[in-house]
T-cell receptor
Framework: AQSVTQLGSHVSVSEGALVLLRCNYS??????LFWYVQYPNQGLQLLLK??????LVKGINGFEAEFKKSETSFHLTKPSAHMSDAAEYFC???????????????FGKGTKLSVIP | NAGVTQTPKFRVLKTGQSMTLLCAQD?????MYWYRQDPGMGLRLIHY???????AKGEVPDGYNVSRLKKQNFLLGLESAAPSQTSVYFC???????????FGPGTRLTVL
């Protein structure tokens, strides 16, 4: 079955340190890829997306992600963490759902990012 | 534009009670979705709609029903609530199946 895997349900970084959140997917067809962020008690907000073209995608709040087809990965990075980055991050991939006969957005289980002062 | 709105924001039910969650979008999107979010489980698709008058089952449809009588509204119903349905429910909409989904703020439901 096609799936989206986020490595690490909880990641802690120090303020100012590099943020790296990992996402791998299984798909034989080049997908559309997304990262969403969820702040406490809020809905999901799009951080960035890859559809076609340049594989390094820049998003809001200084985040970026690189689509690596050979590694089936779409890891999210930010050079310097800020306290306001503390949130839960979801990777999502448009995968073919054979049961539905259409593409559907499949979410990873999420990674909660804590930023230590 | 309000985007995607959900009503109510919070609700507490007793086992066996029924309720309807309302989702509305003002972006003229064809596709609408209902998800539930539980700790450590990510978002799981309950039902979705590809247009007015159409609905389809997602990953976890049991115990829920939906209706899309108007393009801008997508209703999620619980006929007989169970404690296992305690969750945060999110509605989303999109222009197509492969693009970005826009999310509402969520409804926190507790079933006692």
């Amino acid at each position: 079955a096609q799936s989206v895997t986020q490595l690490g349900s909880h990641v802690s970084v120090s303020e100012g340190a590099l943020v790296l959140l990992r996402c791998n997917y299984s798909s034989s067809v080049p997908p559309y890829l997304f990262w969403y962020v969820q702040y406490p008690n809020q809905g999901l907000q799009l951080l960035l997306k890859y559809t076609t073209g340049a594989t390094l995608v820049k998003g809001i709040n200084g985040f970026e992600a690189e689509f690596k087809k050979s590694e089936t990965s779409f890891h999210l990075t930010k050079p310097s963490a800020h306290m306001s980055d503390a949130a839960e991050y979801f990777c999502a991939v448009t995968l073919w759902a054979s049961g539905a006969g259409s593409y559907q957005l499949t979410f990873g289980k999420g990674t909660k990012l804590s930023v230590i002062p | 534009n309000a985007g995607v709105t959900q009503t109510p924001k919070f609700r507490v039910l007793k086992t066996g009670q029924s309720m309807t969650l309302l989702c509305a979008q003002d972006m003229n999107h064809e596709y609408m979705y209902w998800y539930r979010q539980d700790p450590g489980m990510g978002l799981r698709l309950i039902h979705y709609s590809v247009g007015e008058g159409t609905t389809a089952k997602g990953e976890v449809p049991d115990g829920y029903n939906v209706s899309r009588l108007k393009k801008q509204n997508f209703l999620l119903g619980l006929e007989s609530a169970a404690p296992s349905q305690t969750s945060v429910y999110f509605c989303a909409s999109s222009r197509g199946t492969i693009g970005e989904q826009f999310f509402g703020p969520g409804t926190r439901l507790t079933v006692l």
